[in-house]
C-alpha cells in the first residue's frame, strides 16, 4: 500500500526545519502532497505570494531533499468547518488520489486546522507544534523578510531563497506586507460590496471615457484604478489607438480578477492589453518617463481618504509625473470640494421621507450588509446625516438647530449629500472623503510636482444629483439665511508634463 504525507497550508515560505522534519517523517516509498490552499490569491498580506512561484519552490524543495511530492491547488472559500473534507476531496478529484486515515498522515501545525482532519480519523503529524522549543513558522520567517531583517534567509530553505530572488520577490513582499493602504485581502476595504461597484462603474463607462478621450495620446496608456476594465474596453474599440498598449492597474484583488477573465474571454481585440495587481502608493509601476497617458477615475478621493490625506496625494501625482513622457498627460475625473469648503452654512434636512428615530446606531460594523443597508434605507434625509456622523471616519462638528436645521462645514455638508443615497454601500461610503481637495488645491498640488494644467481642466457640478437627490430633500443658505447655490461636485484635471523636463 502506498503511503503519503498531506501537508496543507499556504507554502510561502519553505523552512530548513521543515525540511528535516519531512525527512523523518517521510522515509522511503512516502509521497508528500502538498495542498497549497489560497491558490488563487496573490499580491495581499495573507498571500503575497503567487501560487506557481509557491509550487516552483516545493518542486526545488522535493528535488534538494530527495522527496517524492505531489503539490496541488486549493481555491481560497468561505470559512467552512468541512474544510479539510473539501481538501481531501479537491485532492481526488486533480490527482486521482484517495487519502485515508490508513494511508495518510497529516502534517500540521495549526492547531485548528489540525482538528478538522482529526476528527475525519487522520493521524497528526504537528511540525513546529511538536517540538517542545517551537521553531520559527513559515509565516514568522516571512514576517521577518518583510520587516527588512536579513536573518530570514538562515531559516528559509535554499529553494525558497532561490525562487524569492530569482523572481525579484523579496522586494515585491516588503511592499505587500507593508503596505498601509492596503487590507489583508488585497482591497483598499473590507466593506465594499464590489458587485455593486464594479456595475456601477459598468454604468458609468461610456461618459467616463467620452470626457477624456479626446485628450488622451497614442502610446503606452494606463488606466490605475481600472475596476473591471470597462474604460479600457472602449478604449479598446478606438481605431486611433490600435498600436497603443493599453494596461489596467488595480489593487483590489476582485476587480483584478474580472479584469483576466475578461481579458481570457476575449473581451478585446486589441492583444496588448496588460493588467496588473498593484497599489502605486507602494512605489514605482512603470519606469520614469514610459507612459503617454495615464487615466484615473474616481480614484484619487480613496487616496487621500485611506492613504495619508494631502502627503497621499502628493505622492501619488508625484509618481505619475515621474513615469509620464514629456508631452504626456495625466487625465483625472473625479469628486471634488467646493471652494470655501471651510465656512460654516446652514442645512435644512427633510424628516418627512423616512424614520426619525431620535438617536443613530453605534453597532452598524457589526451587524450584516443587508441589515445597514436596510436600516439606512428606512431613515429620513435628516436623521441619515445624524447616522452619518457616526460613521464617518472624519469628524463633522455641527449644531442642531430645531428638528430640520444644522450648522456646519460646507465640506462634510456635500460629503454628506453625495454619499446619503448609497445605503448599499454605506459603510464604504462612510469611509472615504469626497470633499478633501477643491478645484484650486488640485492645481496646486499638480503644478507643485510640475505638470502643466491645461485650460480644458474644470470643476463642475453633476445637476442631475442635484436636482434629482439632493435638492428634493435639502437647502443650504448662509448663517443669515441667504439661500446658496449648490457648489460642484466633480473636476476634470488634464495635466500635461512639459516638453523638454
Not at 496588473?276 to 478621493?301: C, E, K, M, W
Not at 460613521?391 to 453625495?418: K, Q, S
Amino acid at each position: 500500500m502506498e503511503r503519503y504525507i498531506l501537508f496543507p497550508g499556504r507554502h510561502h515560505v519553505l523552512t530548513l526545519f521543515q525540511a528535516e522534519y519531512l525527512r523523518e517523517l517521510a522515509g522511503d516509498g512516502v509521497t508528500v502532497v502538498w495542498a497549497v490552499t489560497s491558490a488563487n490569491h496573490e499580491n495581499t498580506k495573507r498571500n503575497p505570494v503567487p501560487y506557481d512561484r509557491r509550487e516552483a519552490a516545493i518542486e526545488r524543495f522535493s528535488m534538494l531533499e530527495g522527496l517524492r511530492s505531489l503539490v496541488v491547488p486549493v481555491f481560497d472559500t468561505a470559512y467552512t468547518g468541512r474544510f479539510a473534507e473539501v481538501t481531501v476531496k479537491n485532492i481526488a478529484a486533480t490527482l486521482g488520489l484517495s487519502l485515508t486515515p490508513a494511508n495518510t498522515v497529516v502534517a500540521c501545525s495549526t492547531p485548528e486546522v489540525a482538528d478538522l482532519y482529526r476528527q475525519l480519523g487522520f493521524t497528526i503529524a504537528g511540525v513546529e507544534a511538536s517540538r517542545a522549543r517551537v521553531p520559527p513558522r513559515p509565516w514568522d520567517v516571512l514576517l521577518a523578510l518583510a520587516a527588512g531583517d536579513p536573518g530570514w534567509t538562515k531559516l528559509a530553505h535554499p529553494a525558497t531563497v532561490d525562487v524569492f530572488e530569482r523572481y525579484g520577490l523579496v522586494a515585491h513582499i516588503r511592499t505587500v506586507v507593508g503596505d498601509p493602504v492596503v487590507g489583508d485581502e488585497g482591497g483598499l476595504t473590507t466593506t465594499r460590496d464590489y458587485r455593486s461597484y464594479a456595475e456601477a462603474f459598468e454604468d458609468s463607462a461610456a461618459r467616463k471615457w467620452d470626457a477624456v478621450r479626446r485628450y488622451v495620446r497614442p502610446g503606452r496608456i494606463v488606466d490605475i484604478g481600472c475596476g473591471a476594465g470597462a474604460v479600457l474596453a472602449l478604449a479598446d474599440r478606438e481605431p486611433a489607438l490600435r498600436e497603443s498598449d493599453l494596461i489596467g492597474v488595480e489593487v483590489a484583488r476582485h476587480l483584478y480578477e474580472e479584469c483576466v477573465h475578461r481579458k481570457a474571454q476575449g473581451a478585446f481585440a486589441n492583444p496588448n492589453v496588460f493588467f496588473y495587481q498593484r497599489n502605486v502608493l507602494g512605489g514605482a509601476v512603470f519606469p520614469p518617463r514610459s507612459v503617454d497617458t495615464t487615466l484615473t477615475f474616481a480614484l484619487t478621493h480613496e487616496i487621500w481618504s485611506y492613504g495619508s490625506r494631502l502627503d497621499s496625494v502628493r505622492r501619488f501625482a508625484r509618481a505619475i509625473y515621474d513615469h509620464t513622457v514629456p508631452g504626456g498627460v495625466w487625465l483625472n475625473s473625479d469628486v471634488c470640494g467646493p471652494e470655501g469648503k471651510d465656512a460654516t452654512v446652514t442645512l435644512r434636512l427633510s424628516t418627512m421621507d423616512g424614520e426619525n428615530p431620535g438617536k443613530a446606531r453605534d453597532d452598524l460594523e457589526t451587524v450584516s450588509r443587508e441589515e445597514v443597508t436596510r436600516y439606512v434605507a428606512g431613515l429620513s434625509t435628516r436623521a441619515r446625516f445624524d447616522q452619518f456622523v457616526v460613521d464617518y471616519r472624519f469628524p463633522v462638528p455641527f449644531e442642531a438647530h430645531g428638528d430640520e436645521v444644522v450648522r456646519v462645514r460646507l465640506a462634510d455638508a456635500m460629503d454628506f449629500l453625495t454619499r446619503k443615497d448609497y445605503p448599499d454601500n454605506w459603510l464604504s461610503e462612510t469611509h472615504e472623503q469626497f470633499c478633501g481637495l477643491a478645484y484650486p488645491d488640485w492645481v496646486e498640488v499638480l503644478t507643485g510636482v510640475g505638470f502643466e494644467v491645461d485650460p480644458a481642466s474644470h470643476a463642475w457640478r453633476n445637476d442631475w444629483v442635484v436636482d434629482n437627490r439632493i435638492a428634493p430633500v435639502a437647502s443650504l443658505s448662509t448663517l443669515d439665511g441667504r439661500p446658496l447655490d449648490w457648489p460642484v461636485t466633480h473636476v476634470l484635471l488634464v495635466a500635461r508634463r512639459p516638453v523638454g523636463t
